[in-house]
């Protein structure tokens, strides 16, 4: 089964354009269905961080959903 983990190293993710390197581990995270309470429980800061990074990243990447997100950052990618 492909995952986010094995078709797009963490390694990858952080060199694509426009993010900053914790936005993309945001997003990340975000492509594997974690929720803002688990992705700052992973990376050691609030939920509402997670927010605030969610916010930045939709209007970096020109999207509205976290769904258009991962899709738009996995076609950035390929």
Known sequence: MLTVE???PATQWASLPGLTEREWEVIRWL?????????GEILGIS?????KHLQHIYE????ETRTAAVARALNLRF
């Open 6 to 8: 094995t078709a797009v």
């Open 31 to 39: 492509a594997t269905g974690k929720t803002d309470r688990d992705i």
């Open 47 to 51: 939920s509402r961080t997670v927010h």
């Open 60 to 63: 970096k990447l020109g999207v």
